[in-house]
């Protein structure tokens, strides 16, 4: 694979953090246009919820039937629409719309998270190293973007909709040379390993075998939801926290979700010879750590300045956790594809059940107590975490 091909996954996930960042910092401005209290502005976060799970669950089989590249391109063309929608109703106060938008940047996400994953575990089969952590830094790469030009935008007092226009247009860029390069790696050569994989598989009983992999799904799933929802609560609810619960300027808010996603992208980046050295199990029982300590400081934190740093904190934290688990997920001589998407899949449940169950609480409680929902999915992934460990399903296949 050459490198404009693996350049068009990293470019459209580059891309999906940049819109998410592009709309997370400008959340405070949008509910105030549209008049929403905390819980209704929970309501209009589930248009993205909604629109990415109906676009994850069906994705695991439209992989199987089209191959990954119509789910990627789809996810490179509907965030640009909505954001477009969301940037011209939200200061005509249509909340309707706005939901409408976030439905088709979440559907669009959704589809692109299953195919990009599916694709970047074939092609680090395929090559022998690092491609799933280095797909997620570049999310992370689009969120610090995003966020700076978020905060930049803010501080200027720029008007929501040419901020989301401007947005807009460099997604619509990434997404064009991603759909110029675009070349999936045939599924015979993605999925096959150069072990003899008929010989391995035949070494244990289909139901032995199915039993022990849904056992390892089962953990490895936990980890991936406990991770995606982690990281979802901080983009959805971070620059709100901040303004509702320490009365910070929005500006302050967005520098603060900015700071989350440096962090992120600082751990995916130069995570890689952790990971060599210690394993992969252990290095997910780190993040998990790590991350909830930073959720724990943030539930605590009597000040904006100790939120800011135990953000960063989180961000570090949980870094390398979802990438880590899809590479475990798709550590696998013969069912790859197929484990990676019901993964994924898993994970992104998260991003259904989060923001309005966050915003319920948060309505009642506060977001700062809020957070107590992700620390507990975390300490979860904490206790589970050596499902993740290094081979540990091609040991099982080949007993």
Same mark, same amino acid.
């Given at each position: 694979m050459t490198r404009?091909?693996?350049?068009?996954?990293?470019?459209?996930?580059?891309?999906?953090?940049?819109g998410i960042a592009t709309w997370v910092t400008r959340t405070p401005a949008i509910r105030d246009?549209?008049?929403?209290?905390?819980?209704?502005?929970?309501? $209009?976060?589930?248009?993205?919820?909604?629109g990415s799970m109906i676009g994850i669950l069906g994705a695991g089989a439209l992989v199987r039937r089209l191959g990954t590249r119509p789910l990627i391109l789809l996810g490179g063309a509907l965030p640009v629409v909505g954001m477009v929608l969301v940037a011209l109703l939200a200061p005509a106060q249509v909340p309707a719309g706005v939901w409408a938008g976030l439905f088709l940047i979440g559907f669009g996400s959704g589809v692109a998270e299953i195919g990009l994953n599916v694709e970047a575990a074939a092609v680090e089969r395929?090559?022998?190293?690092?491609?799933? !952590?280095?797909?997620?830094?570049?999310?992370?790469?689009g969120t610090v973007v995003g966020g700076v030009v978020g905060i930049a935008m803010t501080a200027a007092r720029t008007p929501v909709v040419v901020h989301l226009l401007v947005g807009a247009a460099v997604m619509a860029a990434l997404a064009a040379f991603a759909a110029l390069n675009l070349q999936p790696l045939p599924r015979?050569?993605?999925?096959?390993?150069?072990?003899?994989?008929?010989?391995?598989?035949?070494r244990v009983s289909t139901t032995t075998r199915r039993s022990v992999l849904t056992v390892q799904l089962a953990l490895i799933a936990v980890i991936t939801l406990a991770m995606a929802f982690a990281e979802g609560a901080a983009s959805d609810w971070l620059p709100l926290l901040m303004t509702t619960d320490h009365d910070a300027p929005e500006a302050v808010g967005s520098l603060v979700f900015t700071g989350f996603a440096l962090a992120m992208l600082i751990g995916r980046s130069a995570g890689t010879p952790l990971v060599t050295r210690l394993g992969r199990g252990r290095v997910v029982r780190l993040?998990?750590?790590?991350?909830?300590?930073?959720?724990?400081?943030?539930? $605590?934190?009597?000040?904006?300045?100790?939120?800011?740093?135990?953000?960063?904190?989180?961000?570090?934290?949980?870094?390398?956790?979802?990438?880590?688990?899809?590479?475990?997920?798709?550590?696998?001589?013969?069912?790859?594809?197929?484990?990676?998407?019901?993964?994924?899949?898993?994970?992104?449940?998260?991003?259904?059940?989060?923001? !309005?169950?966050?915003?319920?609480?948060?309505?009642?409680l506060g977001l700062q107590a809020a957070m107590v929902v992700p620390l507990v999915l975390l300490v979860a992934a904490f206790v589970v975490a050596p499902a993740a460990r290094d081979a540990d399903v091609r040991r099982t296949v080949s007993a």
């Amino acid at each position: 694979m050459t490198r404009h091909p693996r350049g068009a996954l990293f470019a459209t996930s580059t891309m999906t953090g940049f819109g998410i960042a592009t709309w997370v910092t400008r959340t405070p401005a949008i509910r105030d246009e549209l008049g929403a209290s905390i819980e209704a502005m929970g309501l $209009v976060l589930l248009g993205l919820s909604i629109g990415s799970m109906i676009g994850i669950l069906g994705a695991g089989a439209l992989v199987r039937r089209l191959g990954t590249r119509p789910l990627i391109l789809l996810g490179g063309a509907l965030p640009v629409v909505g954001m477009v929608l969301v940037a011209l109703l939200a200061p005509a106060q249509v909340p309707a719309g706005v939901w409408a938008g976030l439905f088709l940047i979440g559907f669009g996400s959704g589809v692109a998270e299953i195919g990009l994953n599916v694709e970047a575990a074939a092609v680090e089969r395929h090559l022998g190293r690092p491609v799933v !952590p280095v797909l997620h830094a570049c999310f992370s790469l689009g969120t610090v973007v995003g966020g700076v030009v978020g905060i930049a935008m803010t501080a200027a007092r720029t008007p929501v909709v040419v901020h989301l226009l401007v947005g807009a247009a460099v997604m619509a860029a990434l997404a064009a040379f991603a759909a110029l390069n675009l070349q999936p790696l045939p599924r015979a050569t993605a999925t096959q390993n150069p072990d003899d994989t008929a010989t391995a598989a035949s070494r244990v009983s289909t139901t032995t075998r199915r039993s022990v992999l849904t056992v390892q799904l089962a953990l490895i799933a936990v980890i991936t939801l406990a991770m995606a929802f982690a990281e979802g609560a901080a983009s959805d609810w971070l620059p709100l926290l901040m303004t509702t619960d320490h009365d910070a300027p929005e500006a302050v808010g967005s520098l603060v979700f900015t700071g989350f996603a440096l962090a992120m992208l600082i751990g995916r980046s130069a995570g890689t010879p952790l990971v060599t050295r210690l394993g992969r199990g252990r290095v997910v029982r780190l993040c998990a750590a790590v991350g909830a300590v930073g959720v724990l400081l943030v539930v $605590v934190s009597p000040s904006p300045v100790v939120t800011a740093i135990a953000a960063a904190v989180w961000g570090l934290g949980i870094a390398l956790g979802f990438p880590l688990a899809i590479s475990a997920a798709g550590d696998h001589p013969t069912d790859g594809d197929r484990r990676v998407s019901v993964v994924a899949t898993a994970g992104y449940i998260a991003f259904l059940v989060g923001p !309005p169950l966050l915003g319920f609480v948060g309505e009642h409680l506060g977001l700062q107590a809020a957070m107590v929902v992700p620390l507990v999915l975390l300490v979860a992934a904490f206790v589970v975490a050596p499902a993740a460990r290094d081979a540990d399903v091609r040991r099982t296949v080949s007993a």
